[in-house]
């Protein structure tokens, strides 16, 4: 399941915007935060007269601590198939079926499940959100259900991923599990990951909208994990590292001939340098050059990504025409390389007032209803790589001495590596 697109594309969005417009730079903080006697973080938000009422709870678990890959994302599955006798007939008939809707997804650092439900039906909806989350049924029966349905979504992903590749693979390698692992998956196994990471001092929830909060308080206060209480092991970030020499793949990626992947790896950055890479990423995060005479697109991508104290930078080339050869292969690298001049070619200084109005302007959206405050606050709980309010500090302090220190210090060396994936001829034209 997915969460609906974040805020980074918003954000990106709103950049273009060329009306001025004011907005309250530092809106008082709305949310609430309250620790609970069993260790249950909350954060809410009393929304009067708001006619529903949105519920997050987050795990801080993910792809990143699974012993097995796809774990977490069976596992958050399987907690929309119900438990405490709840179905999952019960969520759609608590949810969806009143107007509202359930939504969930499995990222590298976090597992997050959502209801939306009109006010009047809170009640109902909340014990079903408990249950399910803390008495979740993992009965054979309903691992090998949702089993297959995971095995299916790989069916219809990896269709979709594969023409990507070396992005995901290199940057995201977490992401690729397999049937192979999925179906090596026993419900003692999941019952075990269940049980060491749901717990109730593992856990926020975050609730916006009209309703009682030391009713609320009351409940979250009773629950926990249904196979029982167990001590959260302290988490350790694993990071990766890219291969430091080239890398010549042959893989399925038609409709692509090929692609390239120039990338690099840093440790230390400041925050100002990381700043400066995050807007690379995102002013060009896709960009095409076309050449209209011969009716020809280029495709280059910019990526970044930071994993604790471990940057990873790349730009990559989607190649669909012209066959693969080592005099093509070679004048992408040079054209890859090219490209880094492009950023030097930033208005810093605009670019960094829009992106500081825009995310301004988003957070003071986020008042609008309660989806949309509970959905800010997530995003800011779940992804450390996105732009938000909390970057305000250091996105205001670069300036053009600091694009150009980025440029010339970090890439205007060789690239840690190259990574080359040619077409196999197995995908048929």
Avoid: C
């Avoid at 408990?130 to 219809?156: C, F, P, Y």
């Avoid at 090219?338 to 959206?365: G, M």
């Avoid at 909390?390 to 990574?419: A, F, H, M, Q």
């Amino acid at each position: 399941m997915r969460l609906k697109q974040n805020i980074l594309w918003l954000v990106m969005a709103l950049v273009m915007l060329p009306a001025p417009y004011s907005v309250e730079a530092k809106p008082p903080e709305t949310f609430k935060k309250t620790v609970l006697a069993n260790g249950l973080t909350l954060m809410y938000k009393v929304m009067k007269n708001e006619p529903m009422i949105s519920m997050y709870a987050v795990i801080p678990v993910g792809m990143n601590l699974e012993k097995q890959k796809g774990m977490a994302h069976l596992l958050e599955h399987l907690v929309f198939r119900g438990g405490s006798g709840y179905t999952f007939n019960d969520i759609l008939e608590a949810t969806s079926r009143q107007g509202g809707q359930f939504n969930g997804f499995t990222s590298f650092y976090t597992t997050v499940f959502n209801f939306v439900v009109p006010k009047d039906k809170f009640d109902n909806a909340f014990g079903i959100f408990n249950g399910s989350i803390w008495q979740t049924n993992l009965s054979e029966i309903n691992v090998a259900l949702e089993r297959k349905i995971v095995m299916h979504e790989l069916d219809m992903d990896y269709g979709m991923r594969i023409p990507y590749y070396p992005i995901f693979h290199y940057f995201y390698a977490e992401n690729f599990y397999s049937k192979d692992t999925v179906d090596a998956m026993t419900a003692q196994g999941i019952k075990d990951f269940y049980q060491t990471y749901y717990q109730p001092s593992n856990v926020t929830y975050v609730i916006a909208g009209d309703f009682d909060p030391k009713a609320v308080i009351a409940q979250l206060e009773t629950v926990q994990n249904g196979y029982g209480k167990k001590e959260v092991p302290k988490s350790v970030l694993n990071e990766f590292a890219l291969p430091q020499r080239d890398v010549v793949e042959e893989r399925n990626i038609y409709p692509f001939s090929y692609q390239v992947l120039l990338a690099y790896q840093f440790s230390g950055l400041s925050p100002e340098d990381r700043m400066v890479l995050k807007i690379f990423s995102y002013l060009y995060g896709q960009d095409y050059k076309v050449d209209y005479q011969r009716n020809e697109t280029k495709t280059y991508n910019v990526v970044d990504r930071t994993l604790g104290n471990t940057d990873y930078f790349g730009i990559y080339y989607l190649e669909r025409k012209e066959p693969y050869s080592d005099a093509a292969i070679n004048e992408v690298k040079v054209n890859l390389l090219k490209y880094i001049r492009q950023f030097k070619k930033i208005d810093l200084k605009k670019v960094r007032k829009d992106f500081v109005r825009s995310v301004e302007l988003e957070r003071a959206s986020s008042n609008q209803s309660a989806v949309d405050a509970v959905d800010y606050e997530v995003q800011r709980l779940t992804d450390p790589d996105n732009i938000t309010v909390d970057s305000l500090e250091v996105l205001k302090k670069i300036d053009n001495r600091d694009l150009e220190r980025v440029i010339d210090r970090y890439l205007s060396g060789p690239p840690t590596t190259w990574i080359v994936v040619k077409d196999n001829g197995a995908g048929g034209k």
